[in-house]
């Protein structure tokens, strides 16, 4: 059975830029939902000095969860090459972190889509800074996980390998035993792309899911696939929502998952409206578990 995590999507500004929330507070937060683990992102302030990840580490297992997951975000299409060499630098650091922590997966992105940048060019540098990781990652018993991912947080551009054809291509080219994808379907409807069909593509090579949902707050999903000026502009019309409320589909999501022998970590990226709107998410989440891999089956 799928094992389910949270990721503090409502805390990021918090826990990451300002300081005005502690990883305690998260944990204490996080506790009473009832959940498996903690999804941390490498940014988070307390975890810069290395010397505090075996502390980070204690406080959620001493809540009875651990920490499966490590969300990074590596610019891995920086033009300039020993820009990134500080980017496979900065990779390697979080695998090590990963495995600190206890975590198994560790999340590798493509970059930036930069407007300079060529498809082909892109994936060329792309894939050599990923595999120039891999070795640090057997080393260490971290699997690097590639998100169908919109933009980091903190970054300027999308996501290099937003779009469905070029995320398919770039993990086409990467076959390692300590290499999967990091599903998260409602990034697909950013990339005006069906998760469904994204998922059909990729489906032997999940790992992990990112798990939310999103839903439209003006026209139709036919205006966001059309809507002129690109990625940058979808994210007008959707936004994070209750999981189960949203548009995804989770039956056929589970049940593709389920079909082809999915049996890891689900972690939600919830909550942004407030704890109550995540707990009713886990609520839904254990539910669906429970239907498509029954304790008993």
Request: charged residues 30%; negative net charge.
């Amino acid at each position: 059975m799928p094992q389910l995590a949270a990721f503090p999507k409502a805390f990021m500004q918090q826990l990451c830029k300002d300081g005005t929330m502690k990883l305690q507070e998260w944990v204490d937060l996080a506790e009473p939902l009832g959940l498996d683990g903690l999804e941390y992102y490498s940014g988070m302030l307390e975890l810069i000095d290395p010397k505090k990840w075996a502390a980070a580490r204690k406080q959620v297992e001493t809540a009875g969860m651990v920490i499966p997951m490590l969300c990074c975000s590596p610019d891995f299409s920086q033009p300039d090459p020993d820009m990134r060499k500080q980017e496979i630098e900065k990779e390697k650091n979080w695998i090590r972190m990963s495995a600190e922590l206890g975590a198994k997966y560790c999340r590798v992105l493509s970059g930036q889509q930069r407007p300079e940048l060529s498809q082909e060019a892109g994936l060329k540098i792309i894939v050599e800074n990923i595999e120039a990781c891999l070795p640090e990652a057997e080393k260490c018993g971290v699997t690097l996980i590639l998100e169908n991912h919109y933009k980091d947080d903190f970054w300027k551009y999308p996501e290099f390998a937003q779009k469905m054809d070029v995320f398919c291509e770039l993990v086409s080219r990467l076959q390692h035993p300590f290499f999967g994808v990091n599903y998260d379907p409602s990034n697909a409807f950013l990339a005006g792309d069906d998760p469904l069909e994204l998922l059909d593509r990729v489906k032997d090579r999940v790992v992990t899911m990112h798990a939310s949902d999103r839903y439209l707050l003006s026209g139709t999903l036919e205006d966001l696939r059309n809507e002129e000026g690109g990625a940058l502009g979808y994210a007008k019309r959707l936004a994070h929502g209750e999981i189960g409320k949203g548009l995804n589909d989770y039956d056929a999501i589970f049940s593709t998952l389920k079909g082809e022998g999915f049996d890891n970590w689900i972690s939600i990226e919830d909550g942004v409206d407030g704890m109550d709107q995540l707990a009713r998410s886990v609520t839904f989440l254990k539910r669906k578990i429970a239907q498509y891999w029954p304790v008993n089956a």
